[in-house]
């Protein structure tokens, strides 16, 4: 697959601005998408928040599978200025938890009485505007269920001892990984034109007959799973009546109703990612560079 350059010009402003107001801000908030805590957690996050604490967000806890996030909440708690929890914007107690989360973050600002500065960062869709307005109590921020809504720096106060900043979701410049790239079109948080519709189904259909064979047989009312990705796209083509003249499955629509019901979490809960998985992808990683530095070494010496 082609790697994806997904970063437009309002993405790379907003960049610049997120750099120069970080001096100004005492902790930064990231909202991940609890499906996919890996593929969503923006690597210029780490970058521009310059070793100031984090609080990560995995949200839409509800559309995820509950043992692999609390593996994910697990991982992310043992890395150092992290604190992790799982959540959704429904859920008002756990909302209102993040204040207090924040404070604790950095005791110093509160004890000289200053209210805390928190950003909210995070990719496109994954519910920073919904976060901004239940911890506000009110509708400010615009919400939507596409990328790409928010498009300008804005400022927010809340009056238990908060001031918030919110952000336009930012992707980097290129998704490297294969997995990520397909699991964030999955998931709704790159545009459907970003990469082609049909095979982003496919993926997800390969990886639901591998890891969720038991929610397709149930929301498909399938007798037996089918044997491969597009077998599967055409038993829900022709279960939910997506003909053609002939009797010849309408496979666009057939994607258009799995990716639809799987971002809705009609399927059941879903989670695309493991820890062990992205583990063993670092391991590897690490030893290709490894093995790159040391060819490249010897062409050197030679």
């Not at 591998?210 to 037996?224: D, H, I, W």
């Not at 083509?237 to 666009?252: F, Q």
Request: proline share 5%; with cysteine.
């Amino acid at each position: 697959m082609t790697r994806i350059n997904w970063f437009p010009g309002h993405m790379h402003k907003a960049r610049k601005e997120i750099a120069e107001l970080m001096d100004e801000v005492d902790v930064v908030i990231e909202v991940l998408d609890a499906r996919l805590p890996r593929s969503s957690e923006n690597p210029l996050v780490d970058k521009l928040r310059r070793g100031k604490p984090v609080i990560k967000l995995l949200n839409k806890q509800d559309l995820a599978d509950p043992g692999r996030t609390r593996q994910w909440l697990d991982y992310l708690n043992s890395q150092e200025g992290v604190t992790a929890i799982a959540m959704d914007t429904a859920q008002k107690k756990l909302v209102q938890k993040i204040p207090t989360l924040c404070k604790e973050t950095v005791p110093a600002r509160v004890r000289a009485g200053r209210p805390v500065r928190a950003m909210i960062m995070g990719i496109p869709n994954v519910g920073k505007s919904t976060l901004i307005n239940a911890l506000l109590g009110r509708r400010i921020a615009k919400v939507g269920n596409e990328p790409a809504v928010t498009r300008g720096q804005k400022r927010y106060s809340v009056y238990n001892g908060m001031a918030l900043s919110d952000t336009p979701g930012i992707l980097w410049p290129k998704i490297e990984d294969e997995d990520s790239a397909y699991r964030l079109a999955a998931s709704g948080a790159i545009k459907d034109t970003a990469i082609e519709y049909e095979s982003v189904a496919t993926y997800a259909a390969g990886f639901l007959l591998a890891e969720y064979p038991g929610l397709l047989m149930e929301r498909y009312r399938l007798k037996a799973l089918p044997e491969g990705a597009e077998a599967l796209l055409n038993e829900v083509g022709r279960k939910r009546g997506c003909l053609k003249p002939g009797g010849v499955v309408d496979l666009y629509k057939a994607a258009d109703i799995l990716l639809t019901e799987l971002r809705a979490g009609k399927l059941g809960p879903v989670t695309f990612e493991t820890v062990a998985e992205w583990e063993q992808k670092r391991i590897e990683a690490e030893q290709a560079a490894a093995e790159a530095a040391a060819e490249e070494k010897t062409e050197s010496e030679s």
